[in-house]
Protein backbone atom coordinates (compact mmCIF):
# COMPACT_ATOMS: atom_id res chain seq x y z
CA UNK A 1 0.00 0.00 0.00
CA UNK A 2 1.05 3.55 -1.16
CA UNK A 3 1.77 5.93 2.10
CA UNK A 4 3.52 8.23 3.67
CA UNK A 5 3.50 8.35 7.65
CA UNK A 6 4.92 11.76 9.76
CA UNK A 7 6.14 11.44 13.50
CA UNK A 8 8.05 13.28 15.48
CA UNK A 9 5.45 15.99 16.88
CA UNK A 10 4.74 17.43 20.23
CA UNK A 11 5.22 20.04 22.61
CA UNK A 12 8.35 22.39 22.55
CA UNK A 13 8.78 25.61 23.98
CA UNK A 14 9.49 28.81 22.18
CA UNK A 15 12.79 29.07 20.52
CA UNK A 16 13.10 25.60 20.59
CA UNK A 17 13.64 22.83 18.02
CA UNK A 18 11.60 19.90 16.84
CA UNK A 19 12.76 17.65 13.56
CA UNK A 20 9.59 16.20 11.46
CA UNK A 21 10.15 12.50 10.00
CA UNK A 22 8.25 11.22 7.07
CA UNK A 23 8.25 7.47 6.38
CA UNK A 24 7.23 6.56 2.80
CA UNK A 25 6.46 2.94 1.63
CA UNK A 26 5.01 1.52 -1.32
CA UNK A 27 6.72 3.43 -4.48
CA UNK A 28 9.38 4.61 -5.43
CA UNK A 29 10.29 7.44 -3.50
CA UNK A 30 13.71 8.56 -4.72
CA UNK A 31 11.72 9.12 -8.58
CA UNK A 32 9.03 12.02 -6.30
CA UNK A 33 9.47 16.06 -5.27
CA UNK A 34 8.05 15.70 -1.72
CA UNK A 35 7.10 18.77 0.67
CA UNK A 36 5.87 20.06 3.73
CA UNK A 37 2.76 21.78 3.96
CA UNK A 38 0.90 22.67 7.63
CA UNK A 39 -2.41 23.77 8.85
CA UNK A 40 -2.49 26.21 11.64
CA UNK A 41 -5.61 25.01 14.48
CA UNK A 42 -8.54 26.30 12.27
CA UNK A 43 -6.60 28.07 9.69
CA UNK A 44 -6.23 27.21 6.15
CA UNK A 45 -3.67 25.25 4.57
CA UNK A 46 0.42 26.65 3.90
CA UNK A 47 2.83 25.05 1.96
CA UNK A 48 6.62 25.24 3.38
CA UNK A 49 9.25 23.23 1.92
CA UNK A 50 9.94 21.29 -1.36
CA UNK A 51 12.43 19.39 -2.06
CA UNK A 52 13.81 17.42 -5.19
CA UNK A 53 14.55 13.67 -6.22
CA UNK A 54 18.31 13.70 -5.14
CA UNK A 55 17.99 16.81 -2.56
CA UNK A 56 20.01 18.81 -4.22
CA UNK A 57 17.17 21.12 -5.01
CA UNK A 58 15.04 22.99 -2.02
CA UNK A 59 12.52 25.69 -1.88
CA UNK A 60 10.91 27.29 1.21
CA UNK A 61 7.95 29.65 2.13
CA UNK A 62 9.64 33.35 3.47
CA UNK A 63 8.20 32.88 6.73
CA UNK A 64 10.41 29.94 7.54
CA UNK A 65 13.48 31.02 5.53
CA UNK A 66 16.49 30.24 7.84
CA UNK A 67 14.55 28.43 10.51
CA UNK A 68 13.58 25.29 8.65
CA UNK A 69 15.50 22.69 6.52
CA UNK A 70 14.35 20.16 4.62
CA UNK A 71 16.26 17.45 3.72
CA UNK A 72 15.62 12.88 2.62
CA UNK A 73 17.44 10.23 2.85
CA UNK A 74 16.06 8.10 -0.30
CA UNK A 75 17.91 5.24 1.27
CA UNK A 76 15.82 5.32 4.22
CA UNK A 77 12.72 6.21 2.54
CA UNK A 78 12.55 8.99 4.23
CA UNK A 79 11.75 13.14 4.48
CA UNK A 80 12.49 15.18 7.08
CA UNK A 81 11.86 18.62 8.43
CA UNK A 82 14.45 20.53 11.05
CA UNK A 83 12.62 23.32 12.78
CA UNK A 84 14.60 25.47 14.49
CA UNK A 85 13.94 28.86 16.22
CA UNK A 86 10.19 28.22 17.11
CA UNK A 87 7.43 30.38 17.62
CA UNK A 88 3.93 30.34 19.01
CA UNK A 89 2.29 31.12 15.25
CA UNK A 90 4.51 27.78 14.41
CA UNK A 91 2.00 25.47 15.87
CA UNK A 92 -0.25 23.42 13.46
CA UNK A 93 -0.59 20.43 11.95
CA UNK A 94 2.26 19.32 9.58
CA UNK A 95 1.29 17.11 6.66
CA UNK A 96 4.08 15.50 4.21
CA UNK A 97 3.34 14.95 0.96
CA UNK A 98 4.49 13.87 -2.54
CA UNK A 99 4.02 16.39 -6.07
CA UNK A 100 2.62 13.45 -8.84
CA UNK A 101 4.04 14.65 -12.15
CA UNK A 102 5.57 18.05 -9.69
CA UNK A 103 2.25 20.01 -9.99
CA UNK A 104 -0.10 18.40 -7.40
CA UNK A 105 0.43 16.88 -3.97
CA UNK A 106 -0.80 13.18 -4.93
CA UNK A 107 -0.47 11.78 -1.48
CA UNK A 108 -0.85 13.27 1.91
CA UNK A 109 0.28 11.67 5.20
CA UNK A 110 -1.97 12.23 8.36
CA UNK A 111 -0.28 14.88 9.87
CA UNK A 112 1.67 15.21 12.88
CA UNK A 113 0.62 17.98 15.57
CA UNK A 114 3.52 20.64 16.48
CA UNK A 115 2.63 22.48 19.61
CA UNK A 116 4.91 26.00 20.47
CA UNK A 117 4.31 26.88 23.99
CA UNK A 118 5.66 27.34 27.73
CA UNK B 1 3.64 34.58 -1.55
CA UNK B 2 0.18 36.00 -0.36
CA UNK B 3 -2.68 33.63 -0.37
CA UNK B 4 -4.60 32.69 -2.75
CA UNK B 5 -8.48 34.25 -2.30
CA UNK B 6 -11.11 32.18 -2.09
CA UNK B 7 -14.95 33.24 -0.52
CA UNK B 8 -15.26 32.16 2.99
CA UNK B 9 -18.19 30.02 2.24
CA UNK B 10 -21.07 28.87 -0.23
CA UNK B 11 -23.82 26.73 0.31
CA UNK B 12 -26.38 24.97 -2.08
CA UNK B 13 -29.32 22.20 -1.82
CA UNK B 14 -28.43 18.23 -2.58
CA UNK B 15 -28.94 18.28 -6.60
CA UNK B 16 -27.90 21.62 -6.89
CA UNK B 17 -24.41 23.41 -8.57
CA UNK B 18 -21.80 25.09 -6.72
CA UNK B 19 -18.70 27.01 -8.04
CA UNK B 20 -15.79 28.18 -6.06
CA UNK B 21 -13.37 30.78 -7.16
CA UNK B 22 -9.49 31.35 -6.21
CA UNK B 23 -8.14 34.60 -7.17
CA UNK B 24 -4.23 35.00 -7.62
CA UNK B 25 -2.45 36.88 -10.08
CA UNK B 26 -0.29 36.62 -13.32
CA UNK B 27 2.42 35.17 -11.07
CA UNK B 28 0.65 32.10 -9.90
CA UNK B 29 -2.73 31.07 -10.74
CA UNK B 30 -2.43 33.16 -13.96
CA UNK B 31 1.08 32.30 -15.28
CA UNK B 32 0.66 28.37 -14.65
CA UNK B 33 -2.17 25.67 -15.64
CA UNK B 34 -1.03 23.91 -12.34
CA UNK B 35 -3.92 24.50 -10.27
CA UNK B 36 -5.03 21.70 -8.00
CA UNK B 37 -7.66 21.64 -5.49
CA UNK B 38 -8.11 19.43 -2.56
CA UNK B 39 -10.88 18.53 -0.29
CA UNK B 40 -10.80 18.15 3.47
CA UNK B 41 -13.46 16.62 5.76
CA UNK B 42 -12.35 17.85 9.39
CA UNK B 43 -9.16 16.23 11.18
CA UNK B 44 -8.65 14.34 8.41
CA UNK B 45 -5.48 14.90 5.69
CA UNK B 46 -6.91 16.45 2.28
CA UNK B 47 -7.74 15.27 -1.15
CA UNK B 48 -7.19 15.87 -3.92
CA UNK B 49 -10.12 16.45 -6.30
CA UNK B 50 -8.28 18.58 -9.67
CA UNK B 51 -5.17 18.88 -10.86
CA UNK B 52 -3.51 20.83 -13.73
CA UNK B 53 -6.69 23.06 -13.66
CA UNK B 54 -9.10 20.78 -15.15
CA UNK B 55 -7.88 16.81 -14.71
CA UNK B 56 -8.82 14.52 -12.20
CA UNK B 57 -7.44 12.33 -10.33
CA UNK B 58 -8.83 8.30 -10.66
CA UNK B 59 -11.69 7.40 -8.32
CA UNK B 60 -12.67 11.16 -8.38
CA UNK B 61 -16.40 11.41 -9.13
CA UNK B 62 -16.96 13.87 -12.09
CA UNK B 63 -18.79 15.57 -10.79
CA UNK B 64 -16.27 17.44 -9.77
CA UNK B 65 -14.73 20.30 -12.33
CA UNK B 66 -12.12 22.62 -12.71
CA UNK B 67 -11.65 25.51 -15.05
CA UNK B 68 -9.91 28.87 -15.39
CA UNK B 69 -10.01 32.25 -16.82
CA UNK B 70 -7.00 34.59 -16.88
CA UNK B 71 -5.42 35.16 -12.92
CA UNK B 72 -9.05 33.17 -11.36
CA UNK B 73 -9.54 29.48 -11.60
CA UNK B 74 -12.85 27.36 -10.38
CA UNK B 75 -14.36 24.14 -9.07
CA UNK B 76 -17.64 23.57 -9.63
CA UNK B 77 -19.46 20.64 -7.69
CA UNK B 78 -22.45 19.23 -9.37
CA UNK B 79 -25.79 17.15 -8.32
CA UNK B 80 -24.43 18.21 -4.75
CA UNK B 81 -24.57 15.26 -2.50
CA UNK B 82 -24.30 15.29 1.52
CA UNK B 83 -20.86 14.16 1.41
CA UNK B 84 -19.63 16.92 -0.35
CA UNK B 85 -19.91 19.42 2.44
CA UNK B 86 -16.18 20.30 3.21
CA UNK B 87 -13.57 22.47 3.10
CA UNK B 88 -11.67 23.27 -0.11
CA UNK B 89 -8.51 24.43 -1.09
CA UNK B 90 -6.72 25.66 -4.66
CA UNK B 91 -3.16 25.68 -5.32
CA UNK B 92 -0.66 27.29 -7.20
CA UNK B 93 3.03 27.19 -8.52
CA UNK B 94 4.48 30.09 -8.49
CA UNK B 95 7.84 31.22 -9.85
CA UNK B 96 9.81 29.12 -6.93
CA UNK B 97 7.08 28.13 -4.44
CA UNK B 98 3.28 27.02 -3.75
CA UNK B 99 0.51 28.97 -2.93
CA UNK B 100 -2.39 27.45 -1.09
CA UNK B 101 -5.97 29.29 -1.34
CA UNK B 102 -7.43 30.99 1.60
CA UNK B 103 -10.33 27.79 1.76
CA UNK B 104 -14.04 27.48 1.25
CA UNK B 105 -16.39 25.88 3.36
CA UNK B 106 -19.12 24.10 1.30
CA UNK B 107 -22.22 23.44 3.09
CA UNK B 108 -25.01 21.43 1.82
CA UNK B 109 -28.12 22.70 2.90
Known amino acids: EVSLVESGGGLVQPGGSLRLSCAASGFFFSNYWVAWVRQAPGEGLEWLAN????????YYVDSVKGRFTISRDNAKNSLSLLMDSLRGEDTAVYYCGRWGGGTWIDLWGQGTLVTVSS | QSALTQPRSVSGSPGQSVTISCTGTSSDVGGYNYVSWYQQHPGKAPKPMIY???KRPSGVSDRFSGSKSGNTASLTISGLQTEDEADYYCCSRAPTSYVFGTGTKVTVL
Open chain 1, 51 to 58: INQDGTTK
Open chain 2, 52 to 54: DVN
